[in-house]
């Protein structure tokens, strides 16, 4: 059974900054792609950055204007979101998500979701 499991969110400052971390089990993470997304009050799943296997990222949206960065630690089955320069507008769902392919899919083509961790940003 392949889990997806996302940790950090929670509430900033305007300003400030936040790291997200996503752990998966039930694949070879190293055999994997994954990407963050963000969810707004009232819009559609947007993909923001996706990693492959070796860490080449493909960048699915220019929402966060290279504020984000995403990084994965291959050895202990994780991959990050370091988020700088906080907005209000960054407040979201953010989730994690998984695919068993050596390099990025499509955004629409992932597998396995996490449920998401809110970031709200205040001012």
């Known amino acids: 059974q392949v889990q997806v499991m996302e940790s950090g969110g929670g509430s900033v400052q305007a300003g400030e900054s936040l790291k997200l971390s996503c752990t998966t089990s039930?694949?070879?993470?190293?055999?994997?792609?994954m990407a963050w997304f963000l969810q707004a009050p009232g819009k559609e799943r947007e993909g923001l950055q996706c990693?492959?296997?070796?860490?080449?990222?493909?960048h699915y949206s220019h929402y966060d204007q290279g504020r984000f960065t995403i990084s994965r630690e291959n050895a202990n089955n994780t991959v990050h979101l370091q988020m700088k320069s906080l907005a209000q507008g960054d407040s979201a769902i953010y989730s994690c998500?998984?695919?068993?392919?050596?390099?990025?899919?499509?955004?629409?083509?992932?597998?396995?979701w996490g449920r998401g961790k809110q970031v709200t940003v205040s001012s």
């Open positions: 990693i492959s296997w070796n860490g080449g990222i493909d």
């Open positions: 998500a998984e695919r068993e392919s050596y390099f990025c899919p499509a955004p629409y083509a992932f597998n396995y």
């Open positions: 039930g694949l070879t993470f190293s055999h994997t792609a």
